[in-house]
């Protein structure tokens, strides 16, 4: 896709009004060129058979297929579309993050959220690589006295196994989501995270130091906000990796303490 072309959009909800509210809202934002309306996943199925859409905007509990589900086939398609919520619901945002969502809003609608959304949605579908700007806007969505809260990647020190889920210490606090470490693990690499043991994840551009102790090696986390600075075991597996990342990296500057 080019910066010169709109993009084309897929809404689909199962409520007529709400569909007419969001195909509306979407319409007038001039970075969309057209805008196509169902009001079910089996509609939205067929309408993706028949064109490519750069982004679909959808509810999560309809009839049928649920979006979340809808979500999960779109992830099998050669080239799927983002996917943005648009939900009622506050406690399926960590869900919704499991299954790649780009955005997740929350009805009533607000325009210049929706507007913002959009914005996320551009630079992820557009051919070019997105900028640095745009790359630090990843976040992801916690439950915080019921009430959800976006956690900025590059807020994040480090990620700790909890089962199932990770804990994220971040500028925030400590947070509890429903992701495997392994799969932020997959998805960060690049973004400068590194695993360092079965059971840690921690952001390069945090570390300030290595430490050599009986029983292997230490890495220092610096302080981030309302995360202290920690010492976590590095696996005699990871050492070598870790080592020659934080040497490669042109940005780190860190001190191996003996």
């Known amino acids: 896709m080019s910066d010169d072309r709109l993009l084309d959009v897929l809404a689909v909800d199962d409520e007529a009004l709400a569909l007419d509210e969001l195909t509306y809202l979407l319409d007038a934002n001039p970075e969309i060129g057209t805008v196509v309306g169902v009001g079910d996943a089996a509609a939205a199925l067929r309408a993706l058979s028949e064109r490519q859409f750069d982004a679909i905007f959808l509810d999560i509990n309809m009839p049928g297929l649920s979006g979340l589900e809808l979500a999960s ?8 579309p983002a996917v943005v919520f648009v939900t009622a619901h506050e406690d399926k945002a960590v869900a919704a993050f499991d299954v790649g969502a780009t955005d997740y809003l929350l009805k009533p609608l607000r325009r210049e959220r929706l507007d913002e959304a959009v914005r996320r949605v551009s630079p992820a579908v557009r051919a070019e690589a997105p900028t640095e700007s745009d790359d630090a806007d990843e976040a ?8 959800t809260q976006l956690v900025r990647r590059d807020s994040i020190g480090w990620v700790e196994a909890d089962g199932d889920y990770a804990r994220l210490h971040s500028a925030t606090g400590s947070h509890l989501v429903r992701i495997p470490l392994s799969t932020l693990e997959s998805r960060w690499r690049a973004k400068g995270f590194q695993r360092i043991h079965r059971s840690y994840l921690v952001a390069l551009g945090m570390v300030t130091g290595l430490r050599n102790t009986d029983g292997g090696i230490m890495v220092r986390v610096a302080e981030n906000g309302a995360s202290p600075a920690v010492e976590l075991p590095v696996s005699r597996r990871q050492t070598r ?12 500057s860190y001190r191996d303490d003996q």
């Open 241 to 252: 990796e870790l080592r020659d990342r934080l040497v490669r990296d042109p940005m780190r």
């Open 140 to 147: 992801v969505p916690v439950e915080l006295a019921g009430v």
């Open 73 to 80: 086939v779109l992830g099998n398609f050669a080239q799927p």
